[in-house]
C-alpha cells in the first residue's frame, strides 16, 4: 500500500495517519498525486470555464479524510463530489466499464467518451514500455 502497510484498508491508513509521521507523508503524497492528475487533465480543455465538475469515484471518495483533502486542493479548478454508485450491487471498476461502455455507445456518458477523446485514441499502453531481455535465452528456454 502506499504506507507499507499491505494489510489495512484505506480507512484504517486514513486513521492511523493522525498519529503516523510516515504515513501521514505517503497519504499526503497520494493526494498530490491525485491533485496533479485532475490539474494535468484540466489543463487539456480549451477554456478553463469548461471544466464543469470534478467527480471522484472509488472506494477512498467516502471516506472525510480524503474528500476534504482532494475538494480543498481542487476548489480552483471546479466543484467536487462524489459520483453516485451502485458499489452495493457491482464492483466499483465494473460500474467504471460500464459508464464507459454507455458512453461508446452513445448514452448518457457519451461527454466523458468525447473529453478524454477515447474514440480517437492509438496504440496500446503497452506500446512505450521496454523490458530489456535476452531474446536468444528466451528463444532456448522455450525449445
Known amino acids: 500500500s502506499i504506507a507499507?502497510?499491505?494489510?489495512?484498508?484505506?480507512?484504517?491508513?486514513?486513521?492511523?495517519?493522525?498519529?503516523?509521521?510516515?504515513?501521514?507523508?505517503?497519504?499526503?503524497?497520494?493526494?498530490?498525486s491525485v491533485k496533479k492528475a485532475v490539474f494535468g487533465i484540466s489543463s487539456s480543455f480549451s477554456k478553463k470555464k469548461k471544466v464543469k465538475e470534478v467527480l471522484l469515484a472509488g472506494r477512498?471518495?467516502?471516506?472525510?479524510?480524503?474528500?476534504?483533502?482532494?475538494?480543498?486542493?481542487?476548489?480552483?479548478?471546479?466543484?467536487?463530489?462524489?459520483?453516485?454508485?451502485?458499489?452495493?450491487?457491482?464492483?466499483?471498476?465494473?460500474?467504471?466499464?460500464?459508464?464507459?461502455?454507455?458512453?461508446?455507445?452513445?448514452?448518457?456518458?457519451?461527454?466523458i467518451i468525447n473529453n478524454l477523446k477515447i474514440k480517437q485514441a492509438s496504440g496500446s499502453i503497452l506500446d512505450d514500455i521496454f523490458i530489456p531481455f535476452d531474446k536468444d535465452k528466451l528463444m532456448s528456454d522455450l525449445n
Request: glycine share 8%.
Open 4 to 32: 507499507g502497510y499491505s494489510d489495512l484498508s484505506l480507512k484504517e491508513i486514513t486513521l492511523l495517519a493522525e498519529n503516523d509521521v510516515q504515513v501521514k507523508t505517503a497519504l499526503k503524497a497520494y493526494m498530490s
Open 60 to 111: 477512498g471518495a467516502e471516506l472525510r479524510y480524503v474528500n476534504d483533502r482532494i475538494e480543498r486542493g481542487l476548489r480552483d479548478i471546479a466543484p467536487v463530489r462524489i459520483m453516485k454508485t451502485y458499489s452495493q450491487i457491482a464492483k466499483r471498476a465494473a460500474q467504471g466499464a460500464t459508464f464507459i461502455a454507455n458512453g461508446l455507445m452513445g448514452g448518457n456518458f457519451k461527454h
